[in-house]
């Protein structure tokens, strides 16, 4: 009775942490990057998009696994190497419940988000893509999204075929989503948040509809894992993509989720050692997922880095950091309008507009706006973010992009503000 009682006093004190709004004021003290000034002024780091920073507890955790734990993983049967397969499972482990993965056997480890779609084009186009079939992607994909698929495309002798992204909203035309979503369409992969104009897309109906065709679907989550609670068996995707970077955890790491048939029946990507069962000189047989798509020595700290990060969003809630962006973002959206002459791409509300804040002035190029204000300490990005036929689309050949985290602030967002000002003046827009 007690120990229910304690555990449903435990339960309300979790759930009232969950409710409550973060405070990234207290944030920042777990992450020693941000207390920095360039150029004589406080550093705002509005590059999230991009990669964002690591707490206190990535590092440490990553610096604690050279000191104590290093060697090699599945290879020696002496108590370091034991140790160090164990952190590596175990991020595995945490990962796949981060996720909510059926089973840890359902995440790959990669190098990032690229490598993890690469590696589902290959290998799931190698077993399941013929001539005259068809890949489903939307306009608004990030290159690793799409060229990954032109070239299994190109293999197969299949096409690609594309979601437009309708009006200045940067929406996708869901019309068209029904009217694509047929044969020869074997395969939809699309972002769940787009990097370069902070879209929001609704996933879990897109894979809805997509799964009622008997259509695979990819979720490129590289935007939104870490961002927004994400739960693969709510959104019923067979893969997924993420990049630990940008989530708090180290570079170097990634992960791709897919469903446990799915990487039973597709042929390994790359090959050589750890992803073997027998070989013979003519031939070889294959571990069992996952380690049939872990060809090599992995990236062990790189793993257990992730595995920290993880946990320290699921310490803070990823509930709240939605919350926290949404709220930034709104805000941020609001007082960018006072600036005379600032073209804003993207949803007008948030949501559907994520923390990504894409904007241009007619007369003033991205790359001057960003050179500009990092005078003042503020860390934009300026390009083509990686989605040349989006910017084409969009008629622009470059934004400027701030793009928000957990730690980042409404005074931030007012810096933001005021350097886009100072930018204006200067350049006489
Ligand atoms: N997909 C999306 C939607 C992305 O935004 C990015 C990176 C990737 C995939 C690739 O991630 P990676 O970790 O494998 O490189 N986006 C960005 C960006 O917007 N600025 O720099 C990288």
């Known amino acids: 009775m007690r120990e229910q009682a304690t555990k449903r006093g435990s339960e309300e004190q979790t759930n009232k942490a969950a409710a409550e709004a973060l405070r990234p004021e207290a944030i920042r003290k777990d992450f020693p990057a941000l207390g920095q000034t360039v150029h004589g002024r406080p550093l705002v780091y509005l590059d999230n998009a991009a990669t964002t920073q690591r707490p206190l507890a990535v590092i440490e955790a990553i610096r604690g696994f050279y000191l104590r734990d290093n060697a090699n993983v599945h290879r020696g049967s002496y108590d370091l190497s034991h140790r160090a397969t164990e952190a590596y499972e175990a991020a595995r482990a945490r990962t796949a419940r981060f996720l909510n993965a059926a089973e840890p056997a359902e995440i ?19 077993r399941f893509l013929g001539p005259g079939d068809a890949i489903l992607l939307t306009e608004m994909e990030h290159h690793s999204n799409l060229v990954p698929w032109q070239m299994a495309a190109r293999r197969a002798g299949a096409r690609l075929l594309f979601v437009p992204v309708t009006g200045p909203e940067g929406l996708l035309d869901m019309d068209r989503v029904q009217a694509l979503l047929r044969p020869p369409v074997k395969l939809f992969a699309f972002t769940h948040v787009s990097n370069a104009l902070g879209t929001i897309n609704p996933a879990a109906e897109l ?223």
Not at 110 to 115: L, M, S
Not at 237 to 248: E, M, Q, R, T
């Open 207 to 429: 894979c809805r509809l997509a799964r009622q065709r008997g259509i695979v679907t990819l979720v490129d989550a590289a935007q939104s894992a870490g961002h927004m609670p994400l739960d693969v068996r709510e959104l019923g995707c067979d893969f997924l993509a993420l990049s630990g970077h940008k989530l708090c955890g180290p570079t170097g790491i990634g992960a791709l989720y897919a469903k446990r048939e799915l990487l039973e029946a597709m042929p390994p990507w790359q090959t050589g050692g750890e992803m073997i069962d027998q070989v013979t000189l003519d031939q070889s047989s294959w571990a069992p997922p996952p380690h049939k798509f872990e060809a090599g020595t992995p990236n062990i700290a790189g793993a257990v880095g992730l595995g920290a990060a993880v946990d320290y969003l699921e310490r803070i809630g990823r509930e709240r950091v939605f919350r926290h962006e949404l709220e930034l973002t709104a805000y941020a959206l609001d007082r960018l309008k006072e600036v005379k002459g600032l073209r804003l791409f993207g949803p007008k509300t948030a949501p559907p507009h994520a923390g990504a804040i894409s904007f241009c002035f007619e007369t003033i190029h991205a790359h001057d706006v960003v050179t500009f204000v990092d005078r003042l300490g503020v860390a934009l990005r300026g390009g083509h973010h990686c989605a040349q036929p989006l910017m084409r689309k969009l008629g622009v050949p470059a934004t400027a992009r701030a793009s928000f985290y957990l730690y980042n602030t409404r005074q931030e967002a007012d810096a933001l503000v005021e350097a886009l000002q100072e930018t204006r003046r200067f350049f006489g827009a």
């Open 108 to 126: 790959i480890f990669t190098r990032n988000a690229t490598e993890a779609i690469n590696l589902a084009a290959f290998s799931w186009s190698e």
